[in-house]
């Protein structure tokens, strides 16, 4: 049989035998970073349909999580970056080709608003709470006034920021499971799901509960249909991505992948979530939980695997 | 000006030389080299074919790394030459993941560290320290647009490959073949 050896001298830590380089830090920080998308665009777009009142746990109860969810997220980053000391760069400059420098000044826009929506809605956990300065007092005054503006921004910004975590991987031509731009939709698709998994843990009324059993419900089948794609995009492409999408048809990540991403994060949650809407009793925390769970999941194998995969030379 | 290298595969023995007169030149901390040998074994047994090549970064006209760069540290110098700022680098690693060679690694004190062809060297005249080591003298290096340099001279002369054309880097380091 004809075969072909590559014998490589070179042997730099985290780079070789495959690339190591991204550990924990930055999937948790797109879990993050999604779920945190999810989180405020569900707030935004039922502030805009008018249905604030509906819909009171999307609107003003849920996003109360998301500065503290960025803030960890933000921390995961930094943990992540090696030259520490330096990552003020980041804000010295806006590289539009960089999807990284993106995602550093989409979280700079995402982040104070996050804070903004949280304090505006702020008397919706702590009913006697006083701002104590006049100041903070005709802040939270102005920025309610512009409540529609904000989500208008709000909207946007979390579509951005979500479909980045999934760019900034597909970005990467030498990562040949990563370099497909179904990542971006993806990641987005996941996102949602996480942020409509959360507020249905956090909802306490059954019609808003089954509200987002349905939206959830519609993201995942958007979900099983980009994965399916995903593989049909690769099986169709060059050898490298045939070899990457391999890696979950029969390699090593097949098992991990299908089991907790699409299974367990998927069509078990689907299942429950449509026995739930025929009435079965099934508590809220097992469909949520399992969607959380494979989001984070679907993170995690695609950041590790990706990097296993390369091009042959 | 656009700086490339050749490398004979015909001649390189794979003695490993240029490795250590890089990492001797460059300071290369310890376990990490910016080039390397690489032996390539193909076809049945007994008709086998060995390819033994030098690589190193391929400084490619269009890097993935320059444009994937968050602060700009990463850049073009003269002649094409890729090089990294450290105190601009913020270590987030995604030229790293960015490169189809591999040819970048996070130095231990933080910043991401490559080849630079000796761009201190050259501004002095001289060859890359890999070129001027080399025993064989497989490696060819100089101008593009001089056709009188180095390395015109030979690609005129000789068949070559770059390595994964099609990951659309356009690398600068020429494998004569």
Known sequence: MREEIIVSGRNNYLIDPHLHIWHWQIPLYLFLGGLAAGILFFAAFFTLMGKENKYRTAVRIAPHLVPWVLVVGLFALLLDLKHQLYFWRLYTTIRLESPMSWGAWVLMLVTPLSFIWSAIHIKEIFPKWDWKFKILKDLEG??????????????????????????????????????????????????????????????????????????????????????????????????????????????????????????????????????????????????AGLVLFGSLMLRFIIAYAGQESRWLY | MRYAMAIDTKKCVGCSDCVVACQTENNVPIGYCRDWVVEVTDGTYPQLEIEIRSERCNQCSNSPCVRCCPTGASHYAEGGIVLVTPNKCIGCGACIQSCPYDARYSHPEGYVDKCTFCIHRIKKGLEPACVSACPTKCMYFGDLDDPKSPVSEILKVRKSKTLIPEAGTKPQLYFLI
């Open chain 1, 142 to 287: 102005f920025f309610t006034s512009k409540k529609t503006s904000i989500a208008w921004v709000m909207a946007i910004s979390s579509i951005i920021l979500g479909v980045y975590t999934g760019i900034l991987f597909s970005a990467f031509n030498a990562r040949p499971l990563w370099n497909t731009s179904i990542l971006g939709p993806l990641f987005l698709a996941s996102g949602l799901s996480a942020g409509a998994a959360v507020i249905m843990l956090l909802s306490k009324k059954h019609k808003e509960r089954n509200m987002f059993a349905k939206i959830d419900i519609g993201i995942i089948v958007v979900e099983l249909f980009l994965i399916i794609h995903m593989f049909m995009g690769f099986l169709a492409s060059t050898q490298v991505q045939i070899d990457a999408a391999e890696l979950f048809l029969g390699g090593p990540w097949t098992a991990p992948f299908w089991i907790f991403v699409v299974i367990l994060g998927m069509i078990v949650p689907i299942f429950l979530e449509v026995l739930e809407l025929r009435k079965f009793k099934i508590p809220v925390v097992i469909p």
